[in-house]
């Protein structure tokens, strides 16, 4: 069992940025895909930015490409989320997902994870 808790969120004028953490226990996440994901009031969850377990390569939607910068440090098992030049359409739930079955093309769908956090709240103000 993978432990997930995300910390970093709050509010932030349009433009700003805030990093977001996601600390893992229970198991070391050196071999799961880890991946962000968010949803905002009324809407679905959708898939924010990932690394699959067998490569190095970050994938991001298209929405938060060139603003958002996910990395992972297997030595502290931690997940970082860096948002930069946010939006108020970035206001919304982040959460942090990790799953160490699930295949390339399911990195983007968020039924394919097992593991969850509770979730950070990210609000930006215009």
């Known amino acids: 069992q993978v432990q997930l808790v995300e910390s970093g969120g709050g509010l932030v004028q349009a433009g700003g940025s805030l990093r977001l953490t996601c600390a893992a226990s229970?198991?070391?996440?050196?071999?799961?895909?880890v991946a962000w994901f968010r949803q905002a009031p009324g809407l679905e969850r959708e898939f924010v930015a990932a690394f699959h377990r067998n490569n190095n390569n970050a994938h991001y939607a298209d929405s938060v490409k060139g603003r958002f910068t996910i990395s992972r440090d297997n030595a502290q098992n931690t997940v970082l989320l860096q948002m930069n030049n946010l939006k108020p359409e970035d206001t919304a739930v982040y959460y942090c997902?990790?799953?160490?079955?699930?295949?390339?093309?399911?990195?983007?769908?968020?039924?394919?994870?097992?593991?969850w956090g509770q979730g950070t709240q990210v609000t930006v103000s215009s």
């Open positions: 229970g198991r070391t996440i050196r071999g799961y895909s």
């Open positions: 997902a990790a799953d160490n079955t699930l295949i390339l093309s399911s990195l983007r769908i968020s039924n394919a994870y097992d593991y």
